[in-house]
């Protein structure tokens, strides 16, 4: 899993790029359970950290550029 401190070192360009990524094998990792080919189960519950992680992250950053009203 990754770490918040690992995320908040990349670019928001970067984080985007990567949440398609876990969101594509979150995707293909439901398939998987579905068809009973999936052998680390614990991926699927990782993948979801890491997606929110990176959510929370990215919207921590737009509420801090927005002008407080």
């Known amino acids: 899993a990754m770490k918040a401190e690992d995320i908040r070192a990349k670019s928001d360009d970067e984080l985007k790029e990567q949440l398609l990524d876990l969101r594509k094998e979150a995707f293909n990792l439901r398939f998987q359970t579905v068809s009973g080919q999936l052998e680390n189960t614990a991926r699927v519950g990782d993948v979801r950290h890491d997606i929110g992680r990176i959510k929370t992250i990215l919207n921590e ?9």
């Open 61 to 69: 950053r737009r509420r801090a550029q927005a002008p407080a009203s």
